[in-house]
């Protein structure tokens, strides 16, 4: 499943995304099997809640030299 791969790469210490939940608990709680089901609901009725389609821009002013690094941090 690709959330149990994916949720080995978040990073603790990490701050919450817009759902408000920390990367730890995504990490470290066995939620599987329930995002699963939240998800295959979701697409077999087509149906998405309206904060899926939500996203964050974070704009990242960076001297043109440092630009590099900037994009390793972001």
């Not at 470290?28 to 329930?34: A, G, I, Q, R, S």
Request: aromatic residues 6%.
């Amino acid at each position: 499943m690709e959330f149990a791969a994916v949720k080995t790469t978040l990073k603790q210490g990490n701050s919450p995304g817009p759902d408000g939940i920390p990367p730890e608990v995504l990490g470290n709680c066995d939620l599987n099997d329930n995002v699963l089901a939240i998800c295959n609901r979701a697409q077999m009725e087509n149906t998405y809640p309206d904060i899926w389609s939500l996203s964050n821009i974070i704009l990242c002013r960076c001297p043109e030299i440092f630009l590099s690094q900037c994009r390793m941090q972001h």
